[in-house]
C-alpha cells in the first residue's frame, strides 16, 4: 500500500475545472485507489492563510472556507428545481462539512502508472441527490452539517457510493495541473516594497511581471490623481473614486469626462490584490487591464493613449519619476497601467471595529454581536435557525467569494451582466459579489446603484428578492415571502455591517 500524505486537489463542475494532480507517485502496477473527500481536522481548522496562491486549500481558490466558524466545506452541491405543483423554480442548497462529514471513496481496479499517468473518474450526481425527495420549506432544500442533521449524513454516505472508475493511461501534458510556484520573471527599477498580508486573510497571487516599489507605487498615486490620463484633462481616476468614500462615489453611476451617464455604478477599491478578476462582470483579468479600459472607454475617461504619452513625457519631473520607477524615462501605456496597478494593489482594509474585536482591542455592542450572529447564520427555519444566510457569499475575512451570482434584482435594465463576458444564458443577471467591508461608506449598492442605503438592502435580501431564471440557489431556496426577519433584527444587521468599516473611514459613516 502506498499512502501519499498532505497532496490535495479541487474540483469545480462551475467552472471547468475538473482536474488535480499527484505528485511523486512511483511507477508501478497498482490494484485500486483511494482518496477522501475532504480534511483531517488539523488541516481542516489550521489557519487559511498559510497556503500560497493558486494552492487547493488557498480560500481563493476554493471559496470553501467557512470562515469564522472554521473549516471548509468539503462538498458543496447547488442547483435549482422545479416541484410538480410548484409555480416557480426553488433552490437547493447542500454543503458537506465538518468533521463527521469526511468522506472516503475507493475503488478496485488495476492502474499502472509509468510516467505521467492520467486517471479518468466519474460522478453520478443522481445517485447522491435522487434518493430523497425535495419538497417546499422543509428540511430537505438545504444543510449545513449541523450536529444531529440527518440529511447531511445521508448525502455524505450517498457521495461516497456515486464515484466510478473509468479508466487510467498515458496522460497528455495539458491534463497537468499547472503548479503554483512563483518562477515569472522580475521587472527591473525601483526600490522593493513588501507587501503586508493581514493575519486572517489568504495569500493573494501578486503579478510576478510587475513586482511593487517604492517608487512605482508612489508613481501610481500621482496618476490615479492626474487629470491628464483623460481626454481635455478633465477628469482622473480619483473623479470617480473618492478616497474617503473607499474609493468609491456617492452617485449612482459614473458621469465621463464627456458628460455621459454609465450604466454601472463605480465599484469601491481596496483588497484588489485578492481578486482574481475586476469589474462588476469580471471582464478584466487584471488590474492593469481595468485601469486601461477606465482610460480608454469613451463613456468614461475618453483618453487617446497616444495624447496621454505625449503630454506626460513633456513633464521633465514625471519623466525623473518614471526612470526610478522602471529605469528609464520612457513614458508608456503600459507603464502608466503598471504604476496604476501597484498602487491599487496596496489598498488594503484591514482594520474595522469588528477586525479590532477579533483581535481583543474593542467589544461590540449587543446588538452589533446579534448583527453578526444573523449574518453568519443559515435560514434554515425547519431545523430552528433563523439567521439571514449573508455568510455564503460575503464569509471570511474579504467579506467576498468574489464569484458571480444573481442576487434577485430583476430587471437589470439592458445589462448583459456576466451573460456579456461568457456568452452564456445561465450567467443572465449574474454580478460579482462586492466585499462588505467599508460598505457603510459606499453607498449607493448594487451594480447600478439601485439602493440608497444599508437599511434598503437589508430589506431586499429579506423581502424583496425577485424569482428570476437564474437566482443563486442560496437565495431561491428562502421561501417566497422572504426571510420575514423583524425591524429588530434588520436593524442589528446594519449595525453589524457598520463595524465593518476601517478606522480611517469611520468619520465619513453616514447613519441612515
Given at each position: 500500500?502506498?499512502?501519499?500524505?498532505?497532496?490535495?486537489?479541487?474540483?469545480?463542475?462551475?467552472?471547468?475545472?475538473?482536474?488535480?494532480?499527484?505528485?511523486?507517485?512511483?511507477?508501478?502496477?497498482?490494484?485500486?485507489?483511494?482518496?477522501?473527500?475532504?480534511?483531517?481536522?488539523?488541516?481542516?481548522?489550521?489557519?487559511?492563510?498559510?497556503?500560497?496562491?493558486?494552492?487547493?486549500?488557498?480560500?481563493?481558490?476554493?471559496?470553501?472556507?467557512?470562515?469564522?466558524?472554521?473549516?471548509?466545506?468539503?462538498?458543496?452541491?447547488?442547483?435549482?428545481?422545479?416541484?410538480?405543483?410548484?409555480?416557480?423554480?426553488?433552490?437547493?442548497?447542500?454543503?458537506?462539512?465538518?468533521?463527521?462529514?469526511?468522506?472516503?471513496?475507493?475503488?478496485?481496479?488495476?492502474?499502472?502508472?509509468?510516467?505521467?499517468?492520467?486517471?479518468?473518474?466519474?460522478?453520478?450526481?443522481?445517485?447522491?441527490?435522487?434518493?430523497?425527495?425535495?419538497?417546499?420549506?422543509?428540511?430537505?432544500?438545504?444543510?449545513?452539517?449541523?450536529?444531529?442533521?440527518?440529511?447531511?449524513?445521508?448525502?455524505?454516505?450517498?457521495?461516497?457510493?456515486?464515484?466510478?472508475?473509468?479508466?487510467?493511461?498515458?496522460?497528455?501534458?495539458?491534463?497537468?495541473?499547472?503548479?503554483?510556484?512563483?518562477?515569472?520573471?522580475?521587472?527591473?527599477?525601483?526600490?522593493?516594497?513588501?507587501?503586508?498580508?493581514?493575519?486572517?486573510?489568504?495569500?493573494?497571487?501578486?503579478?510576478?511581471?510587475?513586482?511593487?516599489?517604492?517608487?512605482?507605487?508612489?508613481?501610481?498615486?500621482?496618476?490615479?490623481?492626474?487629470?491628464?490620463?483623460?481626454?481635455?484633462?478633465?477628469?482622473?481616476?480619483?473623479?470617480?473614486?473618492?478616497?474617503?468614500?473607499?474609493f468609491a462615489e456617492a452617485r449612482r453611476t459614473s458621469v465621463g469626462v464627456?458628460?455621459?451617464t454609465g450604466a454601472r455604478n463605480a465599484m469601491p477599491l481596496f483588497n484588489?490584490?485578492?481578486?482574481?478578476?475586476?469589474?462588476?462582470?469580471?471582464?478584466?483579468?487584471?488590474?492593469?487591464?481595468?485601469?486601461?479600459?477606465?482610460?480608454?472607454?469613451?463613456?468614461?475617461?475618453?483618453?487617446?493613449?497616444?495624447?496621454?504619452?505625449?503630454?506626460?513625457?513633456?513633464?521633465?519631473?514625471?519623466?525623473?519619476?518614471?526612470?526610478?520607477?522602471?529605469?528609464?524615462?520612457?513614458?508608456?501605456?503600459?507603464?502608466?497601467?503598471?504604476?496604476?496597478?501597484?498602487?491599487?494593489?496596496?489598498?488594503?482594509?484591514?482594520?474595522?471595529?469588528?477586525?479590532?474585536?477579533?483581535?481583543?482591542?474593542?467589544?461590540?455592542?449587543?446588538?452589533?454581536?446579534?448583527?453578526?450572529?444573523?449574518?453568519?447564520?443559515?435560514?434554515?427555519?425547519?431545523?430552528?435557525?433563523?439567521?439571514?444566510?449573508?455568510?455564503?457569499?460575503?464569509?471570511?475575512?474579504?467579506?467576498?467569494?468574489?464569484?458571480?451570482?444573481?442576487?434577485?434584482?430583476?430587471?437589470?435594465?439592458?445589462?448583459?451582466?456576466?451573460?456579456?463576458?461568457?456568452?452564456?444564458?445561465?450567467?443572465?443577471?449574474?454580478?460579482?459579489?462586492?466585499?462588505?467591508?467599508?460598505?457603510?461608506?459606499?453607498?449607493?449598492?448594487?451594480?447600478?446603484?439601485?439602493?440608497?442605503?444599508?437599511?434598503?438592502?437589508?430589506?431586499?435580501?429579506?423581502?424583496?428578492?425577485?424569482?428570476?431564471?437564474?437566482?443563486?440557489?442560496?437565495?431561491?431556496?428562502?421561501?417566497?415571502?422572504?426571510?420575514?426577519?423583524?425591524?429588530e433584527e434588520q436593524r442589528a444587521l446594519v449595525a453589524f455591517l457598520r463595524?465593518?468599516?476601517?478606522?480611517?473611514?469611520?468619520?465619513?459613516?453616514?447613519?441612515?
Amino acid at each position: 500500500m502506498l499512502r501519499l500524505g498532505g497532496q490535495h486537489g479541487f474540483i469545480d463542475a462551475e467552472k471547468d475545472r475538473m482536474t488535480f494532480t499527484l505528485r511523486n507517485v512511483p511507477e508501478g502496477d497498482y490494484e485500486g485507489l483511494e482518496f477522501q473527500i475532504g480534511l483531517p481536522p488539523a488541516v481542516n481548522h489550521a489557519d487559511p492563510a498559510q497556503w500560497p496562491a493558486r494552492h487547493p486549500l488557498n480560500p481563493i481558490v476554493n471559496g470553501l472556507h467557512w470562515g469564522w466558524s472554521g473549516g471548509y466545506v468539503f462538498a458543496a452541491i447547488e442547483g435549482r428545481w422545479r416541484a410538480a405543483a410548484a409555480e416557480e423554480e426553488r433552490g437547493f442548497s447542500y454543503h458537506l462539512a465538518t468533521d463527521a462529514r469526511l468522506m472516503t471513496v475507493g475503488f478496485n481496479a488495476l492502474v499502472s502508472t509509468a510516467g505521467a499517468t492520467r486517471i479518468r473518474l466519474a460522478l453520478d450526481l443522481g445517485k447522491v441527490l435522487g434518493h430523497h425527495a425535495l419538497q417546499p420549506d422543509d428540511d430537505s432544500e438545504s444543510t449545513h452539517s449541523g450536529p444531529g442533521d440527518a440529511l447531511a449524513v445521508s448525502l455524505s454516505r450517498a457521495m461516497e457510493r456515486a464515484w466510478f472508475f473509468l479508466e487510467s493511461g498515458p496522460a497528455p501534458p495539458a491534463v497537468l495541473e499547472p503548479t503554483w510556484v512563483d518562477d515569472a520573471p522580475r521587472a527591473v527599477g525601483g526600490t522593493p516594497r513588501a507587501f503586508v498580508v493581514p493575519a486572517g486573510f489568504p495569500q493573494p497571487e501578486l503579478p510576478a511581471d510587475n513586482p511593487l516599489t517604492l517608487e512605482g507605487v508612489a508613481l501610481g498615486k500621482l496618476l490615479f490623481n492626474d487629470r491628464r490620463l483623460s481626454a481635455g484633462r478633465g477628469q482622473s481616476c480619483a473623479s470617480c473614486h473618492e478616497e474617503q468614500r473607499a474609493f468609491a462615489e456617492a452617485r449612482r453611476t459614473s458621469v465621463g469626462v464627456d458628460g455621459i451617464t454609465g450604466a454601472r455604478n463605480a465599484m469601491p477599491l481596496f483588497n484588489l490584490a485578492w481578486s482574481p478578476s475586476y469589474a462588476w462582470d469580471g471582464s478584466k483579468p487584471r488590474l492593469r487591464d481595468q485601469a486601461r479600459a477606465a482610460m480608454i472607454n469613451p463613456i468614461e475617461m475618453h483618453a487617446d493613449p497616444d495624447v496621454v504619452t505625449a503630454e506626460l513625457s513633456r513633464d521633465a519631473e514625471l519623466s525623473r519619476k518614471f526612470a526610478t520607477a522602471f529605469g528609464t524615462p520612457v513614458i508608456s501605456p503600459s507603464r502608466i497601467e503598471l504604476a496604476l496597478e501597484q498602487y491599487l494593489l496596496t489598498l488594503v482594509a484591514a482594520d474595522s471595529k469588528f477586525d479590532r474585536a477579533a483581535r481583543g482591542q474593542a467589544m461590540l455592542t449587543e446588538e452589533e454581536q446579534r448583527g453578526f450572529a444573523l449574518f453568519a447564520g443559515e435560514y434554515d427555519p425547519a431545523r430552528g435557525r433563523q439567521g439571514a444566510d449573508c455568510f455564503h457569499c460575503h464569509g471570511g475575512a474579504l467579506f467576498t467569494d468574489f464569484g458571480f451570482r444573481d442576487n434577485g434584482l430583476g430587471d437589470t435594465r439592458g445589462d448583459a451582466a456576466r451573460a456579456g463576458v461568457t456568452g452564456r444564458a445561465t450567467d443572465t443577471g449574474k454580478f460579482k459579489t462586492p466585499s462588505l467591508r467599508n460598505v457603510a461608506v459606499t453607498a449607493p449598492y448594487m451594480h447600478d446603484g439601485r439602493l440608497r442605503t444599508l437599511a434598503d438592502v437589508v430589506a431586499h435580501y429579506d423581502h424583496g428578492v425577485w424569482r428570476t431564471p437564474t437566482l443563486d440557489p442560496n437565495l431561491a431556496k428562502h421561501p417566497s415571502a422572504g426571510l420575514q426577519l423583524t425591524r429588530e433584527e434588520q436593524r442589528a444587521l446594519v449595525a453589524f455591517l457598520r463595524t465593518l468599516t476601517d478606522a480611517a473611514l469611520e468619520p465619513a459613516v453616514v447613519r441612515k
